[in-house]
C-alpha cells in the first residue's frame, strides 16, 4: 500500500516490540520508510486522531477488550472513515465450523487466541472461531452504526465498519 499510495501515510502499531522492530526493517527492504512509521502501542491505546482507515489484521479476536479497541478506532477516525477488520471466516454456530479450515482454527485458537486474550485486561477470549455475529456485537459496542461483510476467502471474513 505504500508503494502504491506514496503520498499518503501509513502508521503500524502493535504491543510487540519485536513486531514492530520487523515491521521497520521490512519498510527499509521494501524503500517505503518515507511514508511509514511504526511504533510500540495497545489497540486502545495508539496516539493520533483523523484517519481515513484504520486496518486491523487477524487480531481482534485476540484482543482481550476488543469492544475498548473498537471505541478507540471510532474516536480515531474521520466522520466519514472506515474501519478494515480481517477476521477468521468462521460461522456462528459450531455445526458450520466442522470442516477442515475450521477444525484448525479451533485448534490454533485453544492453544494461541484464548490464552493470548485471557492474559489481558478483560480477558474476552473471542478466539478464531467467533462468527460475525459475535464480531458485529463487538463492534457495535464500540460505536459502529453500519457493518458489512465485504469480502470473504475460504479463510477469511473482510469486514468494513462505518461510524
Known sequence: MA????NSEFVGYDFHPGS???ARAHAAEHGVTANTRFEVAAAKEYPGKDFDLVAFFDCLHDMGDPAGAAAHVRQSLKPDGAWMIVEPMAGDRLEDNLNPVGRIY?????????PTSL???VG???GAQAGEAKLREVI???GFRSVRR????PFNMILEARP
Open 20 to 22: 514492530i522492530e520487523q
Open 3 to 6: 508503494k502504491a499510495f506514496p
Open 119 to 121: 492474559s489481558q485486561e
Open 140 to 142: 457495535g459496542a464500540g
Open 150 to 153: 465485504a469480502a470473504e476467502t
Open 124 to 126: 474476552a477470549a473471542l
Open 106 to 114: 479451533y485448534a490454533g485458537s485453544t492453544v494461541f487466541c484464548v
